[in-house]
C-alpha cells in the first residue's frame, strides 16, 4: 500500500513537472519585473507583472483542475461530447488566457525595446 501511494506520487510529479518548472519561471519573471517596476518605474514592469501573473494562475488552474484527465471527467463522467469539450470549454478558457498573457508579454518586449533604444553609430 505504501509503494502504491510513492508510486502515484511519482507519477503526478513526474506528469506535472512542465507545469511546475513553467511555474517556477513565471515567479522567476514576477520577482524580476516587480524589481524593475520599484527600483526604475518603467512602464514594461507592469506589463510583465500582469504576464506573469496570467501566467501563473492558469499553470495553477491547470494543475488544479486535473486536466491530464479533463477529456475522460468531462465525456464520461458528465457527458458531454467531443466537440463541447474541445471547441467551447478547452479552447475559450484556456487559449483566451494564453493569448491575453502572449499580448501583455509582447507589449512589454515592445516598452523594453523602447525605453532602451540607443542611437548606435557605425
Do not use: C
Not at 63 to 89: H, P, Q, T
Not at 93 to 105: D, K
Amino acid at each position: 500500500m505504501l509503494f502504491q501511494n510513492v508510486f502515484e506520487i511519482l507519477s503526478y510529479l513526474f506528469s506535472y513537472s512542465p507545469n511546475f518548472i513553467f511555474l517556477g519561471f513565471n515567479i522567476a519573471i514576477l520577482v524580476f519585473a516587480s524589481f524593475i517596476y520599484k527600483r526604475n518605474s518603467y512602464k514594461y514592469g507592469r506589463f510583465l507583472m500582469i504576464s506573469s501573473i496570467i501566467s501563473i494562475v492558469l499553470t495553477i488552474t491547470y494543475i488544479s483542475i486535473n486536466y491530464r484527465n479533463l477529456l475522460d471527467i468531462l465525456k464520461n463522467e458528465l457527458g458531454f461530447s467531443a466537440a463541447v469539450i474541445i471547441y467551447g470549454i478547452l479552447s475559450w478558457t484556456f487559449f483566451g488566457l494564453e493569448i491575453v498573457s502572449s499580448v501583455y508579454l509582447f507589449l512589454s518586449v515592445y516598452h523594453i525595446y523602447k525605453t532602451h533604444e540607443k542611437n548606435r553609430v557605425e
